[in-house]
């Protein structure tokens, strides 16, 4: 079975400066996505950044990028510039590839904290 | 609504009752999940809609628990005879049945059992 695993509980970062949050999956598969989603506390998971795992190039989203390594099944989560609107749980995902039928499986989440 | 909507948002039962929450997808979105959060965790997989179809309830933790989606678009879970640790966030994902399209979220509900 396919895990995801974030080592950092809490996280805190300084506005302007940049944050990195961690995340390792266990796989056999050649073939899945990674995402990065973001839940405030309204609690509606937003989708922030994703990557697919044939796709060399790192994947970035305005301030947001990942470091995904897959020979180490490391897909971390860079962001710059950090805001106050930053601040909410972050959580690491994985799916296979196939199709629109596949479950998400997320890692415990990283809390981030943004300080003014 | 241009969103995945689901009620009530917030839920209080008492030990022992059934209750019933609703999902409401995006239109034309065939593929529909669910997915229970405990507090302090990441969501888990519950069960899988395609359209009217129930493909995956592998996640399901016990056969209180049931989920239909009888039209293909808004689905119902059931959780009969409650327990406190039933308590948890309820989430609502729908998608495209396309490779490459991502899972859009509800705001869940929030269930607790006293």
């Known amino acids: 079975a396919q895990t995801v695993t974030q080592s950092q509980p809490e996280m805190s970062v300084q506005e302007a400066e940049t944050v990195t949050l961690s995340c390792t999956y266990d796989?056999?598969?050649?073939?899945?996505?990674l995402f990065w989603y973001k839940q405030p506390p309204s609690r509606q998971m937003i989708l922030v950044i994703r990557?697919?795992?044939?796709?060399?190039q790192n994947a970035t989203e305005n301030r947001f990028s990942v470091n995904f390594q897959k020979a180490a099944k490391s897909f971390s989560l860079k962001i710059s510039d950090s805001q106050l609107g930053d601040a909410a749980m972050y959580f690491c995902?994985?799916?296979?590839?196939?199709?629109?039928?596949?479950?998400?499986?997320f890692g415990k989440g990283t809390k981030l904290t943004v300080n003014p | 609504g241009a969103g995945v909507s689901q009620s009530p948002r917030y839920k209080v039962a008492k030990r022992g009752q059934d209750v019933a929450l609703r999902c409401d997808p995006i239109?034309?979105?065939?593929?529909l999940f669910w997915y229970q959060q405990a507090l302090g965790q990441g969501p888990e997989f519950l069960t899988y809609f395609q359209n009217e179809a129930q493909l995956d309830k592998s996640g399901l933790p016990s056969d209180r628990f049931f989920a239909e989606r009888p039209e293909g678009s808004v689905s119902t879970l059931k959780i009969q005879r409650t327990q406190q640790e039933d308590s948890a966030v309820y989430l609502c994902?729908?998608?495209?049945?396309?490779?490459?399209?991502?899972?859009?979220f509800g705001d869940g509900t929030r269930l607790s059992i006293l």
């Open positions: 995902a994985y799916r296979k590839d196939q199709g629109g039928s596949e479950k998400l499986v």
């Open positions: 796989t056999s598969e050649s073939d899945y996505y």
């Open positions: 990557q697919e795992a044939y796709k060399q």
């Open positions: 994902a729908s998608s495209l049945f396309l490779e490459n399209q991502p899972q859009h």
């Open positions: 239109s034309g979105h065939v593929s």
